[in-house]
């Protein structure tokens, strides 16, 4: 009997049957945390998230909690509440994929309408489309109410000013103005491009 074999009887999970889905969720949740060859260890492992030691060292602990404190997973993950904090009684959550891919660590979160919120779930919620959402809110540094509400530029329209080209979203980035003056003062007022560029932001 190989020792993996042993393991799973151990745990008297396994034996002789389907691994069930929390068993794998258990089994996943050490990998990431505790296997350095692992390729998710760098995002969980490796920058301090860990397990309850008593479930690490116990499924049986771990199912019985679980149960306890959130019941079935069903088709559901089992995410954290705080994504910088390990898998914890009190920080652990049953979460629907869509939720769970919006609250990783790498995703963007704002404040919007009193609440602070991941780009996915403001897109959802404004019909903006999401990729669009994530180039204003962290290419070109748009606020929140600036990304929502402003419309597309005509097509992909550049500006030539000083004898370089870029759209306009470039050219807020490198003038250090807001795309919502630039946009309004060359669609709305009909300025000029040097006279948009150039006049003082009030």
Same mark, same amino acid.
């Given at each position: 009997m190989t020792r993996k074999r042993q393991e799973l009887e151990y745990h008297g999970a396994t034996a002789g049957r389907k691994q069930p889905k929390l068993y794998q969720i258990w089994a996943q949740i050490k990998q990431r945390c505790f296997n350095k060859k692992n390729k998710k260890y760098p995002d969980y492992g490796g920058r301090g998230i860990d397990m309850d030691p008593r479930w690490k060292e116990s499924f049986a602990t771990f199912q019985a909690d679980i149960d306890r404190l959130l019941g079935s997973c069903k088709d559901r993950s089992l995410g954290r509440k705080d994504v910088n904090k390990g898998y914890w009684p009190g920080n652990v959550v049953w979460e629907e994929p869509k939720v769970l891919n919006r609250n990783t660590r790498k995703n963007h979160f704002v404040m919007w309408k009193g609440k602070k919120r991941s780009i996915?779930?403001?897109?959802?919620? $404004?019909?903006? @489309? #999401?990729?669009?959402?994530?180039?204003?809110?962290? @290419?070109?540094?748009? $606020? +929140?109410?600036?990304?929502? $509400?402003?419309?597309?530029?005509?097509?992909?329209?550049?500006? $030539?000013?000083?004898?370089?080209? #870029?759209?306009?979203?470039?050219?807020?980035? +490198?003038?250090?103005?807001?795309?919502?003056?630039?946009?309004?003062?060359? #669609?709305?007022?009909?300025?000029?491009?040097?006279?948009?560029?150039?006049?003082?932001?009030n």
């Open positions: 996915g779930e403001v897109s959802e919620m $404004t019909g903006v @489309d #999401h990729r669009r959402l994530q180039d204003r809110l962290v @290419d070109q540094k748009m $606020t +929140i109410e600036e990304a929502v $509400t402003l419309p597309l530029e005509p097509g992909i329209e550049f500006y $030539t000013y000083k004898g370089k080209t #870029h759209k306009l979203s470039g050219w807020a980035e +490198i003038l250090k103005k807001p795309y919502s003056v630039l946009y309004d003062r060359i #669609h709305k007022m009909k300025w000029s491009v040097e006279d948009a560029f150039e006049r003082p932001v």
